[in-house]
């Protein structure tokens, strides 16, 4: 069965710092792969997806991923993060079906 | 204008209560979701709803009941609430079935049963 793991709940870090926010996923055949955001009290937003092709992903905000089929990973990375980037980041699996996965969420925390 | 509104957006009520959020998306997406958010922030597909016409079920307890009267719109009844109940739940759509699509969320609906 499909399933995405996020492999940190948390991940603090200090303004202007790069960050990497680790995704896995597990499926045996292609796959779809999205990264999207969730600021406080509002609903979720598309940051960046991968279909097909280039491996690298540029998103919005500065946001970049790239896709790893042998290590069947997808992890997120910006290189400078502004205390507006807090938010709670989900990573999502899609095979081409009707239902997408999510994983649980990683927790991004911003610090002055 | 909003991609996808749902109301209402905070709602407090008692068990045993029935209760209904509304959604609806002005994208002409034929396909609609809700999602429930736990207090943990996990989110677990409920329903999805194309041209109207149910495609996911998930184990969902039956008193969770959703009505699709058109494409654009797709809400939630909850009868006999339960603590458990307590979440947060998304309305959202995209364009049709294929698994490439974007999801567009709303903002939300924050339901607390007491």
């Known amino acids: 069965a499909q399933s995405v793991t996020q492999l940190d709940s948390q991940v603090p870090v200090f303004e202007e710092a790069p960050v990497e926010l680790r995704c896995n996923y597990s499926?045996?055949?292609?796959?779809?792969l999205f990264w999207y955001v969730q600021y406080p009290n509002q609903g979720l937003q598309l940051l960046l997806k991968?279909?097909?092709?280039?491996?690298l992903v540029k998103g919005i905000n500065g946001f970049e991923a790239e896709f790893n089929k042998s290590q069947t990973s997808f992890h997120l990375r910006k290189p400078s993060v502004h205390i507006s980037d807090t938010a709670e980041y989900f990573c999502a699996a899609n095979t081409g079906g009707f239902k997408t996965i999510f994983g649980a969420g990683t927790r991004l925390f911003v610090k002055a | 204008d909003t991609a996808v509104s749902q109301t209402p957006k905070y709602l407090v009520t008692q068990m045993g209560n029935d209760k209904s959020i509304k959604c609806e998306q002005n994208?002409?997406?034929?396909?609609m979701y809700w999602y429930k958010q736990d207090s943990k922030k996990f989110l677990k597909i409920m329903f999805s709803?194309?041209?109207?016409?149910?495609?996911i079920n998930e184990t969902v307890p039956n008193r969770f009941s959703p009505k699709s009267p058109d494409k654009a719109h797709l809400n939630l009844h909850i009868n006999s609430l339960e603590l458990g109940d307590s979440a947060v739940y998304f309305c959202?759509?995209?364009?049709?079935?294929?698994?490439?699509?974007?999801?567009?969320f709303g903002e939300g609906s924050w339901l607390t049963v007491v």
């Open positions: 959202a759509s995209s364009q049709d079935t294929q698994g490439g699509n974007t999801i567009y």
């Open positions: 991968y279909l097909s092709g280039s491996t």
């Open positions: 709803y194309n041209n109207k016409e149910l495609i």
């Open positions: 994208l002409g997406h034929d396909t």
């Open positions: 499926s045996s055949v292609s796959v779809y």
